[in-house]
């Protein structure tokens, strides 16, 4: 009897630990959630932002008409899916928003920035984190060289292990400080909290690629899903 319930008291403060541990993750998560939510926002509201999108819109009015109307429709999508409150998103939602910011990307750059997206229609519907996509086409943008002379090239593709690859040639930027936006880092830590996945970056001489997990069914995840409504 007495080993039953020293065994028994061992698994009681096991199972209180691992709550305990599980709580703070979730907590972690919590603050990563809404710090990403306020990062997204500050970033897209940040006075360069700004300036550079009412400059190429400006550019547009009363030369093209149709493509300046088209641009505002864009900005107010990003603007709209930034403020959103959801902790998980529908890779097609992730790659509506991707679309509008690209799209907004290609005003300012013209032929210089070239965003070739292989990603079939009718594909199944994976889950994938807020911004995740967004994120690694600003990355790309901020740190390399974007010109005529020198055009930036990204591939968004899906793989046949079911992850999202955002490739770009390599053509690094000198004059770029390191900020505390939506990094790389960031990145790998809110996929780290919610789901135990690890971004993969890779690259050589002439190519930076970085992969990121898909998520098929979010049953296992449901206790981390952050409803900011609540």
């Known amino acids: 009897m007495l080993f039953i ?27 990563e959630n809404f710090r990403n939510r306020y990062n997204a926002l500050k970033n897209q509201t940040d006075p360069h932002f700004l300036f550079n999108s009412l400059n190429s819109l400006n550019g547009l009015i009363g030369y093209d008409d149709e493509r300046a109307h088209e641009y505002v429709m864009q900005l107010s999508s990003v603007f709209r899916y930034t403020i959103q409150e959801r902790s998980v998103v529908t890779l097609s939602d992730e790659l509506e928003f991707a679309e509008s910011y690209i799209y907004l990307m290609k005003i300012r750059y013209e032929d210089a920035l070239s965003v070739n997206i292989q990603i079939p229609d009718g594909h199944p519907e994976f889950y994938i984190l807020p911004f995740a996509i967004q994120t690694l086409v600003e990355n790309a943008v901020k740190h390399n060289i974007v010109s005529r002379q020198k055009p930036l090239d990204l591939v968004i593709r899906m793989t046949a292990e079911e992850t999202i690859i955002v490739e770009n040639n390599l053509q690094p930027r000198q004059d770029v400080r390191s ?30 690629r970085v992969e990121i997990p898909l998520i098929k069914t979010l049953d296992k995840y449901s206790d981390k899903l952050i409803d900011y409504n609540s």
Request: charged share 20%; no cysteine; hydrophobic share 40%.
């Open 179 to 208: 900020g505390n936006g939506l990094g790389l880092s960031n990145l790998n830590e809110r996929y780290w909290l919610m789901f135990r996945k690890n971004i993969n970056i890779q690259a050589d001489d002439s190519v930076f």
């Open 5 to 31: 319930s020293s065994v028994f008291v061992t698994y009681l403060i096991y199972l209180i630990i691992k709550n305990q541990k599980r709580m703070e993750e979730n907590k972690n998560l919590t603050i």
